[in-house]
């Protein structure tokens, strides 16, 4: 019953993927919201993307539509190359377009395209990491990217925290551990040390992070949301239920790595929307969120019903369409 839902072609969800991509860049850049104008807290590597994006605003615009294609088709592309699911599906990339960016986006593309482009292979890193090779250098460098984050991103910041305690609930070693612990906390040193060398107090851009956290930017999430948009939020909190209640109780017919995978996804999904709740918070945020979104959801449509499935699938499309017209309004 469930073959007609995750047998949707791949020309069919690429073409999908840059008519949004496209469509919700132009929208953004020609008639940006409020909330999505919203600058991003200066962050070490953020405020350089800020800046170039400033000398080259066009070719920013294009270089995020042109990632978010790239970053689009490879994590639908995941739960295909490892096996994740039970049956063939590539539903991961028409749910990372919607949550990327027809929820509510932002005009700081150069932001967007580097914190996506890390999101990702910290993404790719991880899942080969847990279904493959369990490899210390694979664990190591999705930490490593995941590092980066708060680099750009000032909320992303808590990372240093939750993260660890992620790894402890997947990987329950201590030698795992220590190499989360190390390779998340290597870019921050990286950057610490430069300023040194520079003459700088090699604390102080740790300080400037820690800063940078608790700023209060001028972003609103409730204020950002109309009707739609709340429908388009709530399909997608239910295909995210759906699925996370799949992992928990569907114990026969989900590997166990796979359920690993999941299980570490669905927690970092969680710590990534709890960002939201942070001071320095911006709509930036859903670009990352898509990610682990874009790997659980994938289960809701391989186990569910066909009519469920399609509705809700069918629903979601429409309420992205809409919610983008509106937003232009």
């Avoid at 369990?134 to 680099?151: N, Q, V």
């Avoid at 909320?155 to 925290?161: E, G, I, S």
């Avoid at 114990?251 to 001071?279: E, Q």
Wanted: some cysteine.
């Amino acid at each position: 019953m469930a073959r007609k839902v995750v047998q949707h072609r791949i020309v069919d969800l690429t073409l999908l993927l840059i008519v949004v991509a496209i469509a919700t860049t132009l929208r953004s850049a020609l008639w940006p919201t409020d909330s999505e104008a919203v600058a991003n807290v200066a962050t070490p590597i953020g405020s350089v993307l800020q800046s170039w994006q400033g000398h080259i605003p066009v070719l920013s615009a294009i270089l995020w539509a042109f990632t978010m294609c790239f970053v689009g088709l490879g994590v639908g592309r995941l739960g295909v190359r490892y096996s994740l699911y039970p049956a063939y599906t590539i539903m991961g990339i028409p749910v990372f377009a919607v949550v990327a960016a027809c929820v509510v986006g932002s005009i700081e593309y150069m932001v967007l395209a580097a914190a996506a482009l890390v999101m990702y292979l910290a993404t790719r890193s991880m899942t080969r990491f847990i279904m493959r090779t369990e490899r210390f250098g694979d664990l190591s460098l999705a930490m490593f990217y995941l590092g980066m984050l708060p680099l750009m991103l000032a909320p992303t910041a808590l990372l240093y925290v939750a993260l660890p305690l992620l790894v402890l609930f997947v990987r329950a070693s201590w030698r795992d551990l220590a190499v989360a612990v190390t390779s998340l906390l290597l870019p921050l040193f990286a950057i610490c040390y430069w300023n040194w060398c520079a003459g700088g107090s090699f604390m102080a851009p740790a300080d400037t992070i820690y800063s940078n956290l608790l700023t209060v930017s001028e972003y609103r999430f409730f204020e950002s949301l109309n009707f739609v948009t709340i429908i388009l939020i709530g399909v997608v909190i239910v295909m995210i239920a759906c699925a996370v209640a799949l992992t928990v109780s569907d114990r026969y017919s989900i590997k166990s790595k796979t359920r690993v995978v999941l299980r570490f996804n669905s927690l970092l999904m969680c710590v990534l929307m709890g960002l939201f709740a942070l001071p320095s918070a911006t709509s930036a945020l859903f670009v990352l969120i898509a990610f682990p979104v874009a790997v659980v959801v994938p289960l809701f449509f391989v186990r569910m019903g066909v009519g469920f499935t399609e509705t809700l699938y069918r629903l979601m499309l429409l309420a992205a369409a809409v919610n983008v017209v509106l937003l232009a309004f």
